[in-house]
């Protein structure tokens, strides 16, 4: 599991685990752990006879990616397959750049397949989850950009920038 991306993109911050995972102690023989993901011990069940066998431990994974975030970069246009592949590369930092199946405005232009964003300016403000069906993101945005939502995807998802129904890109 830590051997790649995947805490990342499924918003893993904490692993219950009878072994150490942190940089510093022994790992699986074989395993090896992405640098890149930092964690620590937050809690050892050592105490009475059912914890005693497993010595469980809950792990943080510290620098996981918030809920909401703006990237830098994005490539688009491409298939399920190919994002796949460079999603889990241990190098991959959605923060850096994100991947979309779909086109983005400019897919009647076949030579643009990639768009960067300037984030220097555009600051997440205020999250509100009023009812479990809805979420409300509230940002600071100089410029245009990306807001990725860290979550999984569900079809009627719908999204309003300033009251306006938008695209969604998945």
Do not use: C
Request: proline content about 8%.
């Amino acid at each position: 599991l830590l051997n790649n991306s995947l805490p990342h993109l499924l918003s893993i911050k904490y692993v219950i685990s009878p072994m150490d995972l942190d940089l510093y102690n022994p790992i699986p023989p074989g395993a090896k752990l992405d640098p890149s993901i930092k964690t620590k011990i937050v809690r050892e069940f050592t105490d009475g006879p059912k914890y005693k066998q497993y010595n469980l431990k809950i792990i943080e994974i510290e620098n996981v990616p918030p809920r909401f975030f703006f990237t830098k970069k994005i490539r688009y246009g491409l298939d399920r397959d190919s994002i796949f592949g460079h999603v889990i590369n241990s190098k991959f930092d959605p923060r850096e750049i994100t991947y979309f199946e779909n086109d983005f405005p400019e897919k009647n232009r076949s030579d643009i397949k990639e768009k960067t964003f300037d984030i220097t300016n555009q600051k997440l403000l205020e999250v509100q989850t009023p009812n479990a069906n809805r979420i409300v993101v509230k940002v600071y945005a100089e410029k245009p950009g990306i807001l990725v939502a860290n979550n999984f995807w569900h079809k009627w998802w719908k999204v309003r920038v300033n009251g306006e129904l938008q695209k969604l890109y998945r």
